[in-house]
């Protein structure tokens, strides 16, 4: 896999973590709970922690995805609980770009608008983004 060059993890108001990534840490989530999440790993050179993937969704069923796929080489979790598809949203865009998009970040697309919204739905929560690929 390409070396990306991942962002440090800068703590987040609300997030839950870390949490070791393997599957009993993901069975003690809430079978239901949404919200967004970061798979992490530790810089090379030190032990801080480096973000490499921002997701959100059904938290316990993404990370057990995400245990199968190239992601597997994170080392930990850290997740959010929110209420709504669009607060999901706007969190994860906002974590999206503050951890470098995808230069930065394994993600390969930028986060989805959720299914069923208006059609004027922003593309994205960050001032000037139109949720385009870079
Ligand atoms: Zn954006």
């Not at 906002?94 to 998009?101: A, P, V």
């Not at 230069?103 to 697309?109: A, F, G, S, W």
């Amino acid at each position: 896999m390409a070396q990306k060059q991942h962002l440090e993890y800068r703590g987040e108001r609300g997030m839950r973590g870390p949490y070791p990534f393997d599957q009993d840490a993901i069975d003690e989530i809430a079978e239901d709970e949404y919200g967004v999440y970061l798979l992490t790993h530790e810089a090379d050179d030190d032990d801080s922690v480096i973000v490499v993937y921002v997701g959100r969704g059904i938290i316990q069923d993404r990370l057990a995805d995400h245990l199968d796929d190239e992601k597997k080489d994170a080392l930990h979790f850290f997740y959010k609980p929110l209420n709504d598809e669009d607060d999901g949203f706007r969190e994860e865009c906002r974590l999206f770009h503050q951890y470098g998009k995808r230069r930065h970040l394994y993600n390969k697309i930028h986060p989805s608008v959720p299914k069923g919204s208006p059609r004027n739905h922003p593309r994205c929560s960050e001032r000037g983004c139109k949720g385009e690929p870079d």
